[in-house]
């Protein structure tokens, strides 16, 4: 049996999670959108000293898009149940802080890039 099964929930409960799923995977879809967008509009518009900057907004877009992958897998394994230590099952919650920080370790390294990137068109 699945463990998405093994968890009895109220319809209210149910409601939430399926309500907090779309918003989270909107939002990463939204982001690595924009980020695309983004860079197709330095690509397109700036002079080819901005060339870096754009590809490394499309590998942080791409970045974001692997990382709302890893999310939704992450968020369709969120309940489970393991045996308690007097043999009844006990059902658990695992939050998404995982995606959260990779998700920061991406955007903080794509921001220290654009910094070096800035620094390198001044010469």
């Known amino acids: 049996m699945h463990r998405a099964r093994s968890v009895v929930l109220t319809t209210q409960e149910l409601v ?3 309500a907090a799923q779309r918003t989270f995977e909107g939002a990463y879809m ?3 959108l924009s980020q695309f967008s ?3 509009i330095v690509l397109k518009i700036f002079t080819s ?4 900057i754009g590809a ?3 590998l942080y877009g791409a ?3 692997l990382c709302a992958a890893y999310r939704r897998y992450q968020g369709n394994r969120q309940f489970f149940t393991t045996p308690g230590s007097d043999g009844t099952l006990r059902h658990r919650f695992r939050t998404s802080g995982n995606s ?3 998700l920061t370790a991406l955007s903080i390294a794509a921001y220290v890039g654009l910094i070096v990137l800035t ?3 001044e010469t």
């Open 56 to 58: 490394l907004f499309a």
């Open 38 to 40: 983004f860079a197709l």
């Open 100 to 102: 959260v920080l990779l």
């Open 30 to 32: 939204r982001t690595a």
């Open 16 to 18: 939430e999670i399926r």
């Open 119 to 121: 620094f390198e068109l």
């Open 49 to 52: 000293e901005f060339y870096a």
């Open 63 to 65: 970045a974001v898009l």
